[in-house]
């Protein structure tokens, strides 16, 4: 949905994106980041997030899905674009056509990329501790990457891995990262791209690491990060949406279903047109959201396309309300919610206009 015929919108701060990309590239300036845009570049909108990063020299790129990597293929003929997520084996041939970098993570995977009769690019996935995808055994690994090598048809470019507990158990990540040393060393050649980091590794301990040659930046190229210590980063997304109608309450008047607000005094209340279709979960009616500079609490119960806050003389029919990204954060809202500041921005639907701007300004 591109038009808007209601007023809500996600704004996304694409000098604020790049920045992000900029400060996990000073971490590590011997290291390439690749940016991470599955799932709608968590939200934020992956064409349009790929087309800023490739208007400043970025040629590469990591997704989730098959479809993910075929629509960034769609608009970017000549970038690299691992899919790090799983493959029907009816479907290597769709990746291979549309060179799109393949992640080998099992057997069934790799007996289907050997016996293909097409050129395919791979980079193995391997498993130090977290129990998702990818191979295990060191010995076992040697060899899949040997027999990889030995194929015409198949460029192994990488081996990578990922953490369970980059931002949060240091003694788990630590295994993790010696299990993946002790795989590179059983190797007889190691595969020209070595990537293990995502984005709070990449923060905290990338610099350290002296084995690989790429990082995969997900949550922090949006400004985001799950550390204690938070990284020079600025939140890319901000939600917005402005009062359609606003109501005059009279002592005894009840707000929306079940009726779960009533007024006590003379009270007005904003009507917001965003609700939980929008992602705007009906959790959210403990919050407050932002009109001006100041905090409103949001009352009743949140519907499928509407929302209602209480406000006061200051705030009127057209004023904008901030739902998150200013005075209330990403990670307010992940707190209210009980959940990670990841979820927030990917729960933001596709109702919801992506309008990309520059510095304050819309991206015309
Ligand atoms: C394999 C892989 N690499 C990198 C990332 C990026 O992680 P983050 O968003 O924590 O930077 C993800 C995200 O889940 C992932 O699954």
Partial sequence: MSNIYRPTWAEVNLDHLWHNFEEAQKQNLTKKVIPVIKANAY???AIEVMKHLYDQGVRLCAVSLLEEALEIRAHFDDIDILMLGPVMESDILICS???IELSV??????DSVLKLGHHITCHLKV?????????????????????????KHINLKGIFTHFATADHDEMFY??????????????KKVPPMVHVSNSSSTFKYESKIEFTTHVRLGISLYGLSLDEKKPNLKPVMSLKSRVVQVKELNPGDCVGYGATYCATEKERIAILPIGYADGWIRKNKTGHVQFHDKKYKIVGIICM??????????????????LFGDL???????????TINYEVVTQVSYRVPRIMIKGDKKND
């Fill in 174 to 187: 630590q295994k993790q990262l010696e299990q993946m040393r002790l795989i590179l060393s059983s190797l």
């Fill in 43 to 45: 939200g934020h909108g």
């Fill in 97 to 99: 056509l549309n060179r």
């Fill in 328 to 338: 209330v954060s990403i990670d307010d809202i992940a707190k209210r919610l009980n």
């Fill in 105 to 110: 993570y099992d057997e069934h995977i790799y």
């Fill in 127 to 151: 498993d130090t501790g977290m129990s998702r995808y990818g191979f295990r055994g060191v010995e076992n690994i040697s060899k899949v990457v040997s027999n990889l090598q030995k194929q």
């Fill in 305 to 322: 396309d509407a929302c209602f806050v209480k406000i006061d003389e200051s705030v009127h029919v057209n004023d904008t309300a901030i």
